[in-house]
DNA sequence: GTATCTGCAAAAGTTTTGCAATCCA
DNA sequence: TGGATTGCAAAACTTTTGCAGATAC
């Protein structure tokens, strides 16, 4: 993998903007440095850079794919309603899974992660008000 | 939420077939019940169930979105190559989260994954004999 | 009876790709 | 120099939406 200003500045903004930012956002950003960046640049290093384990893609609940700089196993709640993902801010004992299970072979595992789907205090407060209706 | 056949079959369907369908193979398994059902609304009611808490939405790592009957809490690793979820076939115990955590107030949770995301064996294989060229 | 649900078709949104030019090693 | 990388534009793919008619309760 070459080293290239333009990958250099996404992975930057990956870190410093926001965490879980979809690809659009990060192009975004990127764009204050070098304006001229194109997004399907964006799109290929944020693959690029995921499959080499060095950022995190996260699921795209919302349909977009997001991306997270933090490689720390850590957790996530995803709102189904509004799409939105958010760190669990608070430590709990992350699970241990046993690499050395045969089913492990040949297995590359960059990143662990817990996720909890439902719904956020907005998006449930509101799915109660239409109930009520 | 009314009882209709579509919704019937299609929940039918994604807990018979594969785990982790998408919507296009969901419909595609509906069809041979149902001919006439159109692919909106599969994608309406994988939707519907999902904000229910009746199935599981997954992130699609791959571009598409993806879903499971399956709600226990169980993993699944994601190959960031391919694409393709699997099932983590072993058990292990899940991460206890502090659901009394005040940051918990007024969330509702439906379900817990613990995901791990890296290279399926064939794509680890493939990546290590790239590097070599 | 009426709000929900469906099928259709069009629109919207997101990601990937072909190609020629450019850049890094 | 040679292969990796980029920008641009078009294409591909996935998901959502408006609407009129059908359906469940």
Redesign the pocket.
């Known amino acids: ?7 250099a500045c996404i992975l930057e903004a990956l870190r410093e903007g926001p965490p879980h930012s ?3 956002e990060v192009h975004r950003r990127v764009r204050h440095k ?1 304006p ?10 944020l ?2 850079l995921s499959r080499q384990g060095l950022i995190r893609r996260l699921g ?1 609940h ?4 997001r991306y997270d700089a933090v490689r720390e196993a850590h957790g996530h709640f995803w709102c189904l309603a509004c799409g939105e993902v958010e760190d669990i801010p608070f430590t709990f004992p992350q699970p241990e899974i046993d690499m050395t299970h045969p089913w492990m072979k040949g297995r590359v595992v960059y990143v662990a992660s817990t996720d909890l789907q439902g719904l956020c205090p907005s998006c449930a407060e509101k799915a109660a008000a239409e109930q009520k ?1």
């Open positions: 993998m070459r080293k290239t200003e333009q990958r979809a690809a659009d070098l001229g960046i194109s997004l399907a640049t964006v799109y290929r290093n693959d690029l795209g919302g349909g977009r794919r209706d």
